[in-house]
């Protein structure tokens, strides 16, 4: 047997074994895929639902309404509870993160329209990328197996067909990040199902980088200031109730000096309810206590 039969072979083998645990999210706009990790228990990306209920599609057709049990979407996880009927559960790797170079298997059932499997091999660990609202998600497996629109939130598998990512971000041209599957992710989803959704404190507010912030202020006559420039302010939130405004420039935030936005975040996530910003508005230095909710 040749090399390019035993690689057809292992593909197929994979795909018999992992296929039926591999779901579609969706049916018409922002379609992705999904992964049966539990008894009615639907793993996917939190990108993928839209509102409460979303579509899940099993690999023999059969449709069914999900409701999202709970959903982290700074570390783009959501958990769906759904009838998973005679769906098996994927097996997850034992073990620590998988090592470069080691072949894997990437699933998908993009919105229900069918299957795809595709092979290729860990490229990079240790990656790190922006979540759906700019959070950095750390600790990211790099592959190479290529995927369609619609996959992420299908599975990246071992030759065993254990779980070892779930896909999450493309990256540049032909290669992919998957959020491993390791002791973290199995927490987040027991916790997500039981439907203790994950929240982070937010300010509520769209911000421009620093770098730009310094160029945008000289443009004004303003003396340059390192910070993040606040573009925008949501309406009704902490950073609108505090009276942040656009314009705003945030020097401080919890007590440390805002250099970027991983700076903020980490204030944030640091802060007890109530976080104390330092912000320049035009030249004037101001003190602005805002009460944080999740």
Same mark, same amino acid.
């Given at each position: 047997?040749?090399?390019?039969?035993?690689?057809?072979?292992?593909?197929?083998?994979?795909?018999?074994?992992?296929?039926?645990?591999?779901?579609?999210?969706?049916?018409?706009?922002?379609?992705?895929?999904?992964?049966?990790?539990?008894?009615?228990?639907?793993?996917?990306?939190?990108?993928?639902?839209?509102?409460?209920?979303?579509?899940?599609?099993?690999?023999?057709?059969?449709?069914?309404?999900?409701?999202?049990?709970?959903?982290?979407?700074?570390?783009?996880?959501?958990?769906?509870?759904?009838?998973?009927?005679?769906?098996?559960?994927?097996?997850?790797?034992?073990?620590?993160?998988?090592?470069?170079?080691?072949?894997?298997?990437?699933?998908?059932?993009?919105?229900?329209?069918?299957?795809?499997?595709?092979?290729?091999?860990?490229?990079?660990?240790?990656?790190?990328?922006?979540?759906?609202?700019?959070?950095?998600?750390?600790?990211?497996?790099?592959?190479?197996?290529?995927?369609?629109?619609?996959?992420?939130?299908?599975?990246? /598998? &071992?030759?065993? #067909? $254990?779980?070892?990512?779930?896909?999450?971000? %493309? !990256? =540049?041209? *032909?290669?992919?990040? +998957?959020?491993?599957?390791?002791?973290?992710?199995?927490?987040? /989803? &027991?916790?997500? #199902? $039981?439907?203790?959704?994950?929240?982070?404190? %937010? !300010? =509520?507010? *769209?911000?421009?980088? +620093?770098?730009?912030?310094?160029?945008?202020?000289?443009?004004?006559?303003?003396?340059?200031?390192?910070?993040?420039?606040?573009?925008?302010?949501?309406?009704?939130?902490?950073?609108?109730? +505090?009276?942040?405004?656009?314009?705003?420039?945030?020097?401080?935030?919890?007590?440390?000096?805002?250099?970027?936005?991983?700076?903020?975040?980490?204030?944030?996530?640091?802060?007890?309810?109530?976080?104390?910003?330092?912000?320049?508005?035009?030249?004037?230095?101001?003190?602005?206590?805002?009460?944080?909710?999740?």
């Amino acid at each position: 047997m040749g090399a390019l039969d035993g690689i057809q072979e292992e593909i197929q083998r994979v795909a018999e074994q992992v296929s039926k645990a591999v779901v579609g999210i969706g049916q018409r706009w922002g379609v992705g895929s999904g992964i049966v990790v539990g008894k009615d228990q639907v793993l996917t990306n939190a990108h993928n639902v839209r509102g409460d209920e979303v579509d899940v599609t099993f690999l023999d057709g059969r449709t069914a309404t999900g409701r999202v049990a709970g959903a982290d979407i700074d570390g783009d996880v959501a958990v769906i509870s759904v009838e998973t009927s005679d769906a098996p559960v994927i097996e997850w790797a034992a073990g620590g993160p998988p090592q470069l170079g080691l072949p894997v298997f990437a699933l998908a059932n993009p919105g229900g329209r069918g299957l795809r499997v595709t092979l290729g091999f860990i490229t990079g660990v240790e990656r790190s990328f922006r979540g759906p609202r700019g959070h950095r998600i750390t600790g990211s497996v790099e592959h190479d197996a290529p995927l369609l629109p619609g996959s992420s939130g299908g599975p990246i /598998v &071992d030759a065993e #067909g $254990r779980l070892l990512g779930l896909n999450t971000n %493309r !990256l =540049g041209e *032909g290669f992919y990040l +998957a959020i491993p599957a390791d002791e973290a992710l199995r927490g987040q /989803v &027991d916790t997500l #199902g $039981r439907g203790e959704s994950t929240d982070r404190a %937010r !300010l =509520g507010i *769209g911000v421009v980088p +620093a770098h730009v912030a310094r160029r945008m202020r000289r443009a004004v006559g303003l003396p340059a200031a390192d910070g993040l420039l606040v573009r925008m302010v949501e309406d009704d939130s902490p950073a609108s109730r +505090a009276g942040l405004a656009e314009g705003d420039l945030i020097v401080v935030a919890g007590g440390k000096p805002v250099g970027g936005i991983d700076d903020l975040y980490e204030a944030l996530g640091a802060a007890a309810g109530t976080i104390q910003l330092i912000i320049l508005r035009g030249s004037d230095e101001r003190a602005v206590d805002v009460q944080l909710t999740s």
